[in-house]
């Protein structure tokens, strides 16, 4: 199934799930950093130490700012 | 699932300095202690105060505005008052105008609007498409334009304080901005509270933010509800700015506590220049020959902007009498400022 991520301001991406994959892995596996982003899954906020599951969609919150 | 180190339910939020994890609720107790300490540390608020919060409609200013309105339950004789500057910049700020208007509502919070286009005869897309207005960068025009009316309508608005939502990362960023261009006069200006220096038309500036990562503000916006869209400035990717935050956040991914460690270098260094008297920091800042602002130099920014974007009509040599003036009074001597044969008919 994978992961859907969605980046606000950028797009959804479609990433390949691995097992014991981290949303650390999911921000390196799509170029960003971890001081740059917050993720979150169902509305609840992830830190980059969680677990994601196959079939996860992630929505990552840009934590600069756009002014 | 990583647990909070205080309770044990699910964490939201690890500090990479302390290594402690937070859930929702202790995550909201450690931003609200962190922020009090700041106000309490620089004393950045007064009983009676009204306090102006300067909101751009993102998250930060939202998070400020919010935090601010829970804690005046605590000091009742506050006044808050929600000011947006519109500079005029389509496709973003007609957006985040409305996701302001709709937060305020909910907090039930008085607001103010002031716009480029009614203040200043033009809005920002009009400056930077405009024949004079290639000189500088977008950025230079919207922050001294957008300084100026912020100050402007607070006191028109009875304002006793200006809080911005500038946090840890902004402050730190301009730092090294203003040490790339050796700007010490502007580091001093780096403080929470505004000042030494004072004028009678200049509103108190504070930074409640200050010691706060902007990681911490967005985490704190997600779970309060108040990040409901990202739209990123047509101009922001113009600025320094843009190129110290990317390398900031690539160094303290590497080397967590970076950014602390550059806040204190700020602090020290804030310290040691308060001690040094030849930068006259106590004196009373200077007041604009034209507008009667507050203004570091006898002419102030903004009106020097507007000269050069010719909404103050004058003629050819009138721009190099002001570079004279400008550098006369620098030197301390004391002339007639600029009279009305200077300007056009």
């Not at chain 1, 797009?11 to 982003?37: A, C, W």
């Not at chain 2, 260094?269 to 200077?286: A, Q």
Request: glycine share 6%; hydrophobic share 35%; proline share 3%.
């Amino acid at each position: 199934m994978g992961i859907k991520v969605k980046v606000l301001g950028r797009g959804t991406y479609e990433i390949e799930y691995r097992n014991g994959m981290r949303v650390s892995d999911v921000f390196k596996k799509l170029g960003l950093l971890s001081t740059e982003y917050v993720a979150v899954r169902n509305g609840e906020v992830l830190i980059e130490d969680e677990k994601v599951n196959d079939g996860d969609e992630l929505v990552l919150y840009a934590v600069v700012s756009g002014g | 699932m990583v647990k909070c180190s205080i309770c044990g339910r699910r964490a939201v939020y690890t500090s990479r300095t302390s290594g402690h994890s937070y859930c929702n609720r202790h995550f909201t107790d450690y931003f609200s202690k962190k922020v009090r300490r700041t106000i309490r540390k620089y004393q950045l608020f007064r009983p009676n105060d009204h306090i102006i919060v300067a909101v751009s409609g993102g998250k930060d200013s939202l998070a400020l505005l919010h935090f601010l309105k829970k804690l005046s339950r605590y000091s009742p004789r506050w006044k808050i008052t929600a000011l947006l500057v519109d500079e005029g910049i389509s496709g973003y700020r007609d957006i985040t105008i409305k996701r302001f208007q709709e937060i305020v509502s909910d907090l039930a919070i008085n607001y103010e609007i002031v716009s480029f286009k009614e203040e200043l005869g033009y809005t920002l897309d009009q400056v930077v498409s405009s024949k004079h207005g290639k000189e500088y960068l977008p950025c230079t025009y919207c922050g001294v334009f957008r300084r100026y009316l912020l100050n402007k309508a607070a006191r028109k608005i009875g304002g006793t304080v200006v809080a911005t939502a500038h946090n840890l990362d902004d402050i730190i960023q301009t730092y090294i901005m203003n040490i790339i261009g050796n700007d010490w006069d502007k580091i001093i200006r780096l403080a929470p509270i505004s000042g030494p220096a004072t004028h009678p038309r200049l509103v108190r500036k504070v930074k409640p933010f200050y010691e706060i990562l902007e990681k911490e503000t967005t985490v704190y916006a997600i779970i309060n509800n108040l990040y409901t869209g990202f739209e990123e400035c047509p101009y922001a990717r113009l600025s320094l700015r843009w190129y110290i935050r990317r390398w900031l956040n690539e160094l303290e991914e590497k080397r967590p506590g970076t950014k602390y460690a550059i806040l204190n270098s700020l602090l020290s260094i804030l310290d040691i220049l308060s001690k040094k008297t030849n930068l006259s920091l106590n004196e009373e800042i200077d007041t604009c020959i034209f507008c009667g602002e507050p203004s570091a130099n006898p002419i102030c920014r903004a009106c020097d902007l507007k000269t050069r974007l010719s909404s103050i009509e004058l003629n050819p040599d009138a721009h190099k009498r002001i570079d004279e003036l400008k550098h006369l009074f620098t030197n301390k001597y004391r002339i007639l400022p600029i009279t009305k044969q200077h300007y056009t008919t």
